[in-house]
């Protein structure tokens, strides 16, 4: 009897003979299967961060509540992300991902029913639930990844970066959508997006057997493992194979107070990465990164942009963006972060600058037919820009989050840094449109072009260099004191 009662406990609701199909399949095959449907949640998120450079040139709004709806997501960003491990540790990662989509979903309706005159109020509102929604989508698909996924094929795909690619395919989507429907429109086609995620994450995934060992239900987790092919089957007599019973690798401690987290804060292999992540934050956000985003159209407009239509250019943007983040997923396990920050930040602020004195010159040059030729240069410049941007200060920061932190405070320290971070993204956003009137078009680009020159600069310096070493290695760097160099 106890034998019976222990095969129902671990066998699912599902016919036999399914599951032997599902043995058949290649587990790399399965795996990239599962890892584009977690991506998946992540795509309306991404069209949130490039809705307001689409929505902005159809609303009539004044400067101060343009700027909010622009900015508003961010400071909506770090709720989500907060919600999101209790949500994952209590529901599981398999509702964590649904729970991106409804509640993204409720904003997008919001903002897909279009009155006669669209109020501030309802505007703001709908941008507030798909801001949460971006915050949401940091962490499930990630940790999914890493729990459920086989390490070979995490490490041969990259499939772990595949949710930040779905949020640059969503900036994609907007800019695309958004030159050639209106914004509400556009709204409604994030909306189906959403549903069609829930619906492909209901379907696919099944939940991380990890999650499920933790909540003592070992024979649901058995049998997800064997269906993933990331265990051998329980009647497996290979000594050196892990069972599905394994145990959960145990964590280190976590502090719990507010007195503990203190203390740990205080160690410098604590807080000299957080304070250098921090600044890292600050000089990707008034660098410009995410106000090119948000503000895509009007930035051409103001860069001088006349030889294409300010919506044919974002779309080459957005394609832009979309392109090097596949690109960079790949890439980014097997380069030097440092070096690839300092790259990055040296070609913004080089870009930033020559549109700022391209801008300072125009009048002596812009009515002479002979110089017709150099309209183009805005145009080179912003997509240059775009590029040097994204493969460095755009997906650097969020993905050395995992590893500069010790592992017992990385949830605690991470999320002090992404909060900075988007409270630093909310003042350079909403922060657009008075600089741009009081500086006007060459001086906004001098501001960025400046700060991209300071931050390259501190990268170059400061930013710890995480490639070929563990975890404890980088720790011991910030830990140990600096040796007399002869």
């Known amino acids: 009897m106890a034998s019976t009662s222990d095969e129902s406990a671990a066998t699912p609701l599902l016919s036999a003979g399914k599951g032997n199909l599902e043995e058949k399949k290649s587990p790399l095959k399965k795996h990239a299967l599962i890892a584009f449907v977690i991506a998946l949640p992540s795509i309306a998120p991404g069209m949130c961060l490039g809705f307001s450079a689409e929505t902005l040139p159809q609303l009539d709004l004044g400067v101060t509540d343009a700027a909010w709806f622009a900015s508003v997501i961010a400071l909506m960003i770090p709720i989500g992300y907060l919600l999101s491990k209790p949500v994952m540790d209590r529901f599981g990662r398999r509702v964590a991902l649904h729970t991106i989509s409804a509640v993204g979903l409720l904003g997008w309706l919001m903002l897909s029913f279009r009155p006669t005159d669209p109020t501030p109020l309802k505007l703001y509102l709908g941008r507030m639930l798909t801001g949460v929604s971006v915050g949401l989508a940091m962490l499930?698909?990630?940790?999914?990844?890493?729990?459920?996924?086989?390490?070979?094929?995490?490490?041969?795909?990259?499939?772990?970066?595949?949710?930040?690619?779905?949020?640059?395919?969503?900036?994609?989507?907007?800019?695309?959508?958004?030159?050639?429907?209106?914004?509400?429109?556009?709204?409604?086609?994030?909306?189906?997006?959403?549903?069609?995620?829930?619906?492909?994450?209901?379907?696919?995934?099944?939940?991380?057997?990890?999650?499920?060992?933790?909540?003592?239900?070992?024979?649901?987790?058995?049998?997800?493992?064997?269906?993933?092919?990331?265990?051998?089957?329980?009647?497996s007599t290979d000594p050196e194979q892990p069972t599905p019973s394994a145990p959960v690798e145990q964590q280190p401690a976590q502090p719990t107070s507010f007195k503990e987290i203190i203390k740990e804060i205080e160690k410098p292999e604590v807080h000299k990465p957080l304070l250098i992540m921090s600044a890292f934050f600050f000089f990707q956000q008034f660098s410009g990164v995410f106000v090119f985003i948000a503000y895509m159209v009007d930035i051409v407009r103001s860069a001088g942009v006349i030889a294409l239509n300010p919506y044919f250019v974002t779309v080459l943007s957005g394609v832009i963006i979309f392109g090097v983040s596949i690109a960079a997923s790949f890439v980014y396990p097997k380069t030097g972060v440092r070096a690839l920050a300092t790259i990055s930040g040296a070609g913004m602020c080089v870009t930033m600058l020559f549109i700022a004195v391209y801008l300072s010159l125009r009048p002596y040059f812009f009515t002479r037919a002979e110089y017709y030729y150099l309209r183009w240069i805005p145009l080179i410049a912003i997509l240059l820009n775009i590029t040097s941007s994204t493969v460095g200060f755009l997906i650097l920061p969020w993905s050395m989050l995992g590893e500069v932190f010790p592992l017992n405070v990385k949830g605690t320290a991470g999320a002090i840094a992404t909060t900075l971070g988007y409270i630093f993204c909310f003042i350079a956003i909403i922060s657009f449109p008075h600089l741009w009137l009081s500086l006007g078009s060459d001086g906004v680009f001098y501001f960025y072009g400046f700060s991209a020159l300071l931050g390259t600069i501190f990268v170059y310096k400061f930013l710890p260099e995480t490639h070929g070493k563990t975890l404890e290695e980088v720790l011991e760097g910030f830990s140990k004191k600096k040796k007399e160099q002869i």
């Open 140 to 235: 499930p698909a990630a940790t999914y990844a890493n729990e459920s996924l086989k390490k070979d094929a995490v490490q041969q795909t990259s499939i772990v970066t595949w949710s930040t690619v779905a949020l640059c395919f969503g900036i994609l989507v907007t800019y695309i959508c958004g030159a050639m429907i209106p914004y509400y429109q556009v709204a409604g086609v994030a909306a189906i997006i959403s549903v069609f995620a829930l619906l492909a994450v209901a379907i696919f995934v099944p939940e991380s057997p990890a999650w499920l060992q933790t909540k003592g239900r070992q024979g649901d987790a058995d049998w997800v493992q064997k269906q993933l092919g990331t265990s051998q089957p329980s009647s």
